[in-house]
Protein backbone atom coordinates (compact mmCIF):
# COMPACT_ATOMS: atom_id res chain seq x y z
CA UNK A 1 0.00 0.00 0.00
CA UNK A 2 1.31 3.25 -1.06
CA UNK A 3 1.51 5.95 1.69
CA UNK A 4 0.55 9.46 1.03
CA UNK A 5 3.77 12.19 1.36
CA UNK A 6 2.68 15.47 2.78
CA UNK A 7 2.69 18.06 0.88
CA UNK A 8 5.68 19.94 3.45
CA UNK A 9 8.05 16.83 3.59
CA UNK A 10 10.38 18.37 1.45
CA UNK A 11 11.91 21.95 1.69
CA UNK A 12 11.39 23.89 -1.47
CA UNK A 13 13.20 24.06 -4.93
CA UNK A 14 14.76 27.22 -5.47
CA UNK A 15 12.99 27.52 -9.39
CA UNK A 16 15.35 30.30 -10.48
CA UNK A 17 18.71 28.02 -9.72
CA UNK A 18 21.22 27.81 -12.31
CA UNK A 19 24.45 25.88 -12.36
CA UNK A 20 26.18 28.70 -13.17
CA UNK A 21 25.29 30.58 -9.83
CA UNK A 22 28.35 28.88 -7.98
CA UNK A 23 30.08 31.64 -9.80
CA UNK A 24 27.49 34.68 -10.97
CA UNK A 25 24.80 34.47 -7.59
CA UNK A 26 26.35 37.81 -5.41
CA UNK A 27 23.12 35.93 -2.58
CA UNK A 28 21.22 33.23 -1.49
CA UNK A 29 22.12 29.99 -1.37
CA UNK A 30 24.76 28.23 -3.87
CA UNK A 31 26.59 24.38 -4.10
CA UNK A 32 30.09 25.11 -4.28
CA UNK A 33 32.74 22.27 -4.41
CA UNK A 34 36.08 24.08 -2.78
CA UNK A 35 37.99 23.88 -6.20
CA UNK A 36 35.21 25.95 -7.43
CA UNK A 37 35.33 28.25 -4.26
CA UNK A 38 39.35 29.13 -5.34
CA UNK A 39 37.80 30.34 -8.45
CA UNK A 40 35.17 32.44 -6.63
CA UNK A 41 37.13 33.89 -4.17
CA UNK A 42 38.73 35.70 -7.32
CA UNK A 43 35.47 36.80 -8.24
CA UNK A 44 34.44 37.89 -5.68
CA UNK A 45 37.30 40.13 -4.31
CA UNK A 46 37.61 42.13 -7.53
CA UNK A 47 33.43 42.54 -6.90
CA UNK A 48 34.16 43.65 -3.41
CA UNK A 49 37.12 46.44 -5.04
CA UNK A 50 34.90 47.69 -7.42
CA UNK A 51 31.91 48.50 -5.04
CA UNK A 52 34.29 50.35 -2.90
CA UNK A 53 35.88 52.35 -5.61
CA UNK A 54 39.21 50.50 -6.38
CA UNK A 55 40.43 49.96 -9.61
CA UNK A 56 41.86 46.63 -9.16
CA UNK A 57 42.90 43.47 -11.33
CA UNK A 58 43.06 39.87 -10.23
CA UNK A 59 46.27 37.54 -10.88
CA UNK A 60 46.54 33.49 -10.59
CA UNK A 61 49.48 31.26 -11.51
CA UNK A 62 50.71 28.16 -10.00
CA UNK A 63 51.25 24.32 -10.66
CA UNK A 64 48.26 21.41 -10.30
CA UNK A 65 48.61 18.66 -8.17
CA UNK A 66 46.35 16.58 -6.01
CA UNK A 67 44.39 17.99 -4.54
CA UNK A 68 44.63 21.18 -6.48
CA UNK A 69 44.60 19.35 -9.58
CA UNK A 70 41.51 20.29 -10.96
CA UNK A 71 42.41 24.29 -10.44
CA UNK A 72 43.95 25.62 -13.72
CA UNK A 73 40.47 23.52 -15.35
CA UNK A 74 38.12 25.51 -13.50
CA UNK A 75 40.17 28.39 -14.30
CA UNK A 76 40.43 27.21 -17.85
CA UNK A 77 36.65 26.89 -17.87
CA UNK A 78 35.52 30.10 -16.78
CA UNK A 79 38.48 32.11 -18.77
CA UNK A 80 35.82 34.55 -20.34
CA UNK A 81 34.30 34.96 -16.59
CA UNK A 82 37.82 35.94 -15.28
CA UNK A 83 38.62 38.13 -17.76
CA UNK A 84 35.47 40.29 -17.62
CA UNK A 85 36.49 41.03 -13.92
CA UNK A 86 39.91 41.77 -15.25
CA UNK A 87 41.52 38.50 -13.67
CA UNK A 88 44.34 36.98 -15.55
CA UNK A 89 44.89 33.27 -14.92
CA UNK A 90 48.92 32.15 -15.79
CA UNK A 91 49.49 28.77 -15.90
CA UNK A 92 52.99 28.50 -14.86
CA UNK A 93 55.32 25.62 -16.09
CA UNK A 94 56.53 25.12 -12.63
CA UNK A 95 55.67 25.96 -8.85
CA UNK A 96 58.44 28.77 -8.85
CA UNK A 97 57.86 30.03 -11.85
CA UNK A 98 54.62 30.57 -10.97
CA UNK A 99 55.66 32.45 -7.25
CA UNK A 100 58.25 34.53 -9.12
CA UNK A 101 55.16 35.63 -11.50
CA UNK A 102 52.99 36.68 -8.49
CA UNK A 103 55.81 38.37 -6.57
CA UNK A 104 55.99 40.63 -9.86
CA UNK A 105 52.35 41.63 -9.62
CA UNK A 106 53.08 43.41 -6.00
CA UNK A 107 55.43 45.40 -7.69
CA UNK A 108 53.03 46.78 -10.22
CA UNK A 109 51.42 49.55 -7.70
CA UNK A 110 55.04 51.18 -6.83
CA UNK A 111 55.23 51.05 -11.08
CA UNK A 112 54.26 55.13 -12.61
CA UNK A 113 52.72 53.73 -15.34
CA UNK A 114 50.62 51.22 -13.76
CA UNK A 115 46.52 51.10 -15.25
CA UNK A 116 45.22 49.46 -12.14
CA UNK A 117 45.56 50.30 -8.66
CA UNK A 118 46.73 47.40 -7.47
CA UNK A 119 46.79 43.42 -8.21
CA UNK A 120 45.36 40.60 -5.73
CA UNK A 121 47.20 37.80 -6.58
CA UNK A 122 46.63 33.41 -5.89
CA UNK A 123 49.64 31.03 -6.04
CA UNK A 124 48.28 27.86 -5.44
CA UNK A 125 50.54 24.10 -5.43
CA UNK A 126 50.58 21.18 -3.77
CA UNK A 127 52.99 20.81 -0.85
CA UNK A 128 55.79 19.47 -2.09
CA UNK A 129 55.65 22.07 -4.77
CA UNK A 130 55.74 24.78 -1.69
CA UNK A 131 58.86 22.86 -0.93
CA UNK A 132 60.05 23.68 -4.53
CA UNK A 133 58.84 26.82 -4.99
CA UNK A 134 60.60 28.04 -1.29
CA UNK A 135 62.92 30.31 -2.71
CA UNK A 136 60.46 32.94 -4.68
CA UNK A 137 57.77 32.12 -2.06
CA UNK A 138 59.94 33.16 0.65
CA UNK A 139 61.45 36.40 -1.23
CA UNK A 140 58.09 37.02 -1.95
CA UNK A 141 56.70 37.40 1.43
CA UNK A 142 59.87 38.98 2.50
CA UNK A 143 59.44 41.85 0.02
CA UNK A 144 55.83 42.27 0.78
CA UNK A 145 52.43 42.46 -0.81
CA UNK A 146 51.35 46.09 -2.01
CA UNK A 147 48.30 47.91 -0.23
CA UNK A 148 45.84 47.22 -2.84
CA UNK A 149 47.08 43.91 -4.33
CA UNK A 150 47.60 40.80 -1.45
CA UNK A 151 48.63 37.69 -1.88
CA UNK A 152 47.22 34.19 -1.36
CA UNK A 153 49.86 31.09 -0.99
CA UNK A 154 47.16 28.71 -1.21
CA UNK A 155 48.95 25.03 -0.44
CA UNK A 156 47.26 22.00 -1.45
CA UNK A 157 48.01 19.78 1.57
CA UNK A 158 47.45 15.41 1.24
CA UNK A 159 47.79 14.21 4.36
CA UNK A 160 46.44 11.18 4.54
CA UNK A 161 48.73 10.20 1.13
CA UNK A 162 45.42 9.77 -1.17
CA UNK A 163 47.72 10.59 -4.58
CA UNK A 164 50.71 11.98 -3.67
CA UNK A 165 53.96 9.93 -3.07
CA UNK A 166 54.31 10.76 0.76
CA UNK A 167 52.45 12.70 2.99
CA UNK A 168 52.42 15.81 3.39
CA UNK A 169 52.20 19.31 5.89
CA UNK A 170 53.14 23.07 4.38
CA UNK A 171 52.12 24.88 8.32
CA UNK A 172 55.59 24.94 9.53
CA UNK A 173 57.12 25.46 6.21
CA UNK A 174 55.38 28.47 5.63
CA UNK A 175 55.92 29.54 9.20
CA UNK A 176 59.63 29.97 8.66
CA UNK A 177 59.16 31.94 6.17
CA UNK A 178 57.32 34.74 8.83
CA UNK A 179 53.99 33.65 6.69
CA UNK A 180 50.77 33.57 8.41
CA UNK A 181 48.88 30.86 7.84
CA UNK A 182 44.48 30.58 7.71
CA UNK A 183 42.87 27.10 8.00
CA UNK A 184 39.90 27.02 6.82
CA UNK A 185 37.36 23.73 7.81
CA UNK A 186 34.78 24.00 5.18
CA UNK A 187 33.74 24.92 1.80
CA UNK A 188 32.23 27.94 3.24
CA UNK A 189 35.24 29.07 5.43
CA UNK A 190 37.36 28.50 1.95
CA UNK A 191 35.59 31.81 1.45
CA UNK A 192 35.57 34.02 4.55
CA UNK A 193 38.76 33.24 4.79
CA UNK A 194 40.43 33.66 1.54
CA UNK A 195 38.83 37.28 1.21
CA UNK A 196 40.47 37.83 4.75
CA UNK A 197 43.37 36.55 3.64
CA UNK A 198 43.70 38.93 0.93
CA UNK A 199 42.52 41.98 3.16
CA UNK A 200 45.04 40.68 6.07
CA UNK A 201 48.11 40.91 3.36
CA UNK A 202 46.93 44.21 2.14
CA UNK A 203 47.06 45.33 5.90
CA UNK A 204 50.25 43.85 6.66
CA UNK A 205 52.76 43.66 4.20
CA UNK A 206 52.69 40.04 4.47
CA UNK A 207 51.74 37.20 1.71
CA UNK A 208 48.94 34.75 3.48
CA UNK A 209 49.35 31.23 3.76
CA UNK A 210 45.96 29.40 3.06
CA UNK A 211 45.58 25.56 3.89
CA UNK A 212 43.65 23.35 1.04
CA UNK A 213 43.55 20.02 2.04
CA UNK A 214 42.58 17.22 -0.12
CA UNK A 215 38.92 16.01 2.57
CA UNK A 216 38.46 20.33 2.29
CA UNK A 217 39.07 21.23 -1.40
CA UNK A 218 38.27 18.16 -3.08
CA UNK A 219 34.34 18.38 -0.97
CA UNK A 220 31.30 20.25 -2.18
CA UNK A 221 28.35 21.90 0.22
CA UNK A 222 26.02 24.51 0.15
CA UNK A 223 26.66 27.88 1.15
CA UNK A 224 25.25 30.93 2.34
CA UNK A 225 26.58 33.70 0.44
CA UNK A 226 24.54 36.15 2.42
CA UNK A 227 26.67 34.45 6.08
CA UNK A 228 30.04 34.77 4.50
CA UNK A 229 31.92 38.17 5.92
CA UNK A 230 33.38 40.73 4.01
CA UNK A 231 34.16 43.53 5.85
CA UNK A 232 36.71 43.68 8.30
CA UNK A 233 38.11 47.02 9.96
CA UNK A 234 41.57 48.46 10.67
CA UNK A 235 42.63 48.19 13.58
CA UNK A 236 44.02 51.26 16.01
CA UNK A 237 47.25 51.68 18.10
CA UNK A 238 49.50 50.17 15.60
CA UNK A 239 52.47 51.64 14.19
CA UNK A 240 54.43 50.16 10.97
CA UNK A 241 58.26 50.66 11.02
CA UNK A 242 59.59 53.54 9.27
CA UNK A 243 59.24 53.21 5.29
CA UNK A 244 56.34 50.83 5.92
CA UNK A 245 55.70 47.35 5.62
CA UNK A 246 54.62 46.45 2.29
CA UNK A 247 56.32 45.91 -1.26
CA UNK A 248 59.00 48.80 -2.45
CA UNK A 249 61.48 49.22 -5.23
CA UNK A 250 64.18 48.79 -4.80
CA UNK A 251 64.40 46.81 -1.60
CA UNK A 252 68.10 46.12 -1.47
CA UNK A 253 69.49 43.57 0.94
CA UNK A 254 69.56 44.45 4.27
CA UNK A 255 69.17 43.24 7.93
CA UNK A 256 65.63 45.88 7.77
CA UNK A 257 64.12 42.99 5.87
CA UNK A 258 64.63 40.69 8.76
CA UNK A 259 62.96 43.39 11.34
CA UNK A 260 60.55 44.12 8.45
CA UNK A 261 59.18 40.26 9.02
CA UNK A 262 58.90 40.36 12.07
CA UNK A 263 56.94 43.75 12.32
CA UNK A 264 54.42 42.20 9.65
CA UNK A 265 53.40 39.40 12.12
CA UNK A 266 53.01 41.93 14.78
CA UNK A 267 51.20 43.75 12.38
CA UNK A 268 49.00 40.05 11.32
CA UNK A 269 48.44 40.24 15.12
CA UNK A 270 47.21 43.78 15.65
CA UNK A 271 44.93 43.06 12.56
CA UNK A 272 43.96 39.39 14.04
CA UNK A 273 42.53 40.89 17.54
CA UNK A 274 40.46 43.65 15.92
CA UNK A 275 39.69 41.06 13.27
CA UNK A 276 39.28 37.26 14.69
CA UNK A 277 37.72 34.31 12.47
CA UNK A 278 38.42 32.40 15.88
CA UNK A 279 35.14 31.21 17.35
CA UNK A 280 34.06 30.31 20.45
CA UNK A 281 31.64 27.38 19.97
CA UNK A 282 30.61 26.35 23.32
CA UNK A 283 31.03 28.95 26.27
CA UNK A 284 30.66 26.98 29.44
CA UNK A 285 30.64 29.40 32.51
CA UNK A 286 31.43 26.42 34.23
CA UNK A 287 34.29 24.63 32.45
CA UNK A 288 37.04 22.89 33.86
CA UNK A 289 37.94 21.01 30.43
CA UNK A 290 38.60 22.98 27.21
CA UNK A 291 38.74 21.40 23.52
CA UNK A 292 40.57 23.56 20.89
CA UNK A 293 39.91 22.67 17.52
CA UNK A 294 41.75 23.46 14.10
CA UNK A 295 40.65 23.09 9.95
CA UNK A 296 38.72 19.94 9.25
CA UNK A 297 39.87 18.87 12.81
CA UNK A 298 37.13 20.91 13.89
CA UNK A 299 34.31 19.06 11.94
CA UNK A 300 35.43 15.53 13.02
CA UNK A 301 35.27 16.78 16.38
CA UNK A 302 31.99 17.84 15.97
CA UNK A 303 30.96 14.74 13.97
CA UNK A 304 32.03 12.57 17.07
CA UNK A 305 29.82 13.95 19.44
CA UNK A 306 26.85 14.08 17.25
CA UNK A 307 27.26 10.27 16.95
CA UNK A 308 27.74 10.27 20.45
CA UNK A 309 24.09 12.30 20.77
CA UNK A 310 25.59 15.22 22.63
CA UNK A 311 24.56 18.94 21.95
CA UNK A 312 26.92 21.91 22.32
CA UNK A 313 23.88 22.27 25.58
CA UNK A 314 25.19 19.08 26.81
CA UNK A 315 28.55 20.09 26.87
CA UNK A 316 27.78 23.47 28.14
CA UNK A 317 26.03 21.94 30.88
CA UNK A 318 28.87 19.37 31.16
CA UNK A 319 31.57 22.03 31.72
CA UNK A 320 33.22 22.01 28.77
CA UNK A 321 33.65 24.73 26.22
CA UNK A 322 35.13 24.24 22.36
CA UNK A 323 37.25 26.56 20.26
CA UNK A 324 37.48 26.96 16.75
CA UNK A 325 41.02 28.41 15.57
CA UNK A 326 41.16 30.09 11.82
CA UNK A 327 44.15 31.88 12.08
CA UNK A 328 46.43 29.18 13.02
CA UNK A 329 49.60 31.30 12.83
CA UNK A 330 50.16 33.62 14.62
CA UNK A 331 47.58 32.72 17.00
CA UNK A 332 45.26 35.80 18.42
CA UNK A 333 46.12 34.88 22.12
CA UNK A 334 43.72 37.47 23.45
CA UNK A 335 40.68 35.66 22.56
CA UNK A 336 42.39 31.85 23.32
CA UNK A 337 43.72 33.66 27.15
CA UNK A 338 39.86 34.03 28.16
CA UNK A 339 38.96 30.73 26.72
CA UNK A 340 41.58 28.84 29.12
CA UNK A 341 40.55 31.01 32.12
CA UNK A 342 39.29 28.80 35.38
CA UNK A 343 40.76 25.20 32.86
CA UNK A 344 42.32 22.40 34.27
CA UNK A 345 42.79 20.76 31.33
CA UNK A 346 42.76 21.78 27.22
CA UNK A 347 42.73 19.36 24.91
CA UNK A 348 43.77 20.17 21.57
CA UNK A 349 42.63 18.79 18.31
CA UNK A 350 44.42 19.11 15.17
CA UNK A 351 45.86 17.48 11.55
CA UNK A 352 49.38 16.37 11.73
CA UNK A 353 52.19 18.14 13.34
CA UNK A 354 51.18 19.95 16.59
CA UNK A 355 51.38 23.41 15.52
CA UNK A 356 48.49 25.41 17.50
CA UNK A 357 48.97 22.88 20.34
CA UNK A 358 52.90 24.21 20.39
Not at 9 to 22: G, K
Not at 229 to 257: E, V, Y
Request: with cysteine.
Amino acid sequence: MNARVPADAFPPVLSDYRLSDNLDATSGRIFLTGTQALVRLALMQRQLDRAAGLATAGFISGYRGSPLGMVDQQLWKTKKLLASHDVRFLPAINEELGGTAVLGTQRVESDAERTVDGVFAMWYGKGPGDDRAGDALKHGNAYGSSPHGGVLVVAGDDHGCVSSSMPHQSDQTMISWHMPVLNPSNVSDMLEFGLYGWTLSRFSGAWVGFKAISETVESGSTVDLDAIRTQWSAPNGFAPPPGGLHNRWPDLPSLTIEARLAAKIDAVRHFARANSIDKWIVQSTRANVGIVTCGKAHLDLMEALRRLDLTVDDLDAAGVRIYKVGLSYPLETTRLDRFVEGLSEVLVIEEKEPVVEQ
